[in-house]
Structure formats: C-alpha cells, structure tokens
C-alpha cells in the first residue's frame, strides 16, 4: 500500500512538472548586481502551458504585456501597482514585457515561449522608451543567439 502511494506521488509529481511550471519574476528596486529598477529576470524561458507569476517583492512597480509585442492569439496582460500577476502562457514566441511606471528606465523583460523567436521584428517595432527599448533589443539578440533553430526556421517561412 505504501509503495503503491509512493509510486502515485512520484508520477504525479513528474507529470505534472512535465506538463507546466509557474515561473516566479520578482519586482525588485535593486538587484543583486546593484541595477536598479529591474525584474529578478530579465530573459524568461517558457513553455506553453507555463504560467509566469511577477511578484511585488519591492513597492512602486507592475507587471504587464505591451500592445502588439506577443505572439498572435495570446492574451495581454495589465497587473496593478503593488500586485502579483500571473501571465499564462498559451502560445509559442516573444512577449516584451514592462513596468509601465519605469519602462524608459530599463524595468522591462522578454518571455521567450518554446524556443520561437519568430515575432522578433514584431516585438522590435513595438515603442518602449528610453532604456527599456534598448534592453528589449538588447534581449532579443540574445533570445535569437540561443535558439538558433528556430530562428532558422522563421528565416526559411519569411
Ligand atoms: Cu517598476
């Protein structure tokens, strides 16, 4: 019987691993490497299925997607000052991501869903101000260095 429950636990416990994981994003007026204003991560690797949870660890900031910077059929999202947001992951491809009170200053992040780049130069055209738009950029050359195949494919569909 023991063993019974414990072989029920292990497969659920990996199934269900297997199947989504919540992704936690803190909030952060400074981070460890002294940035300020700043999400705990900047570059977010999902899949779909995952959900992304932003957390107010600091005051003063929110959470949300920006218009036309993720991928079609996915749901934007707006979080409140102070408030934890979750943002579902139901497609593959890039969402740009701000604190809308200091995007010009650099709190912005990128999801990354399935390894898809292919809205790059949807994301890219989206106006994030200042720093923000330079980091968002900045991130997507990143995303695009290291999921080299599917940046392949989006070049072999375009
Ligand atoms: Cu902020």
Redesign the pocket.
Known sequence: MKNTLLAATVLFASSSFALAETIEVE?L?KNEAGDR???GQELIKAKVGDVIRFIPT?K???AQSVKDALPNGQEPFRGKMNKAVEYEITETGLTAII?????N?G?VALVVAGDDVSNAEQVLKARIPGKGGKKIEALIEQARSTVPTAENASEQNS
Request: proline share 6%.
């Open positions: 909030m007026n204003m700043v999400f600091d003063s900031h929110n604190c809308l009170p200091h995007q200053m709190m």
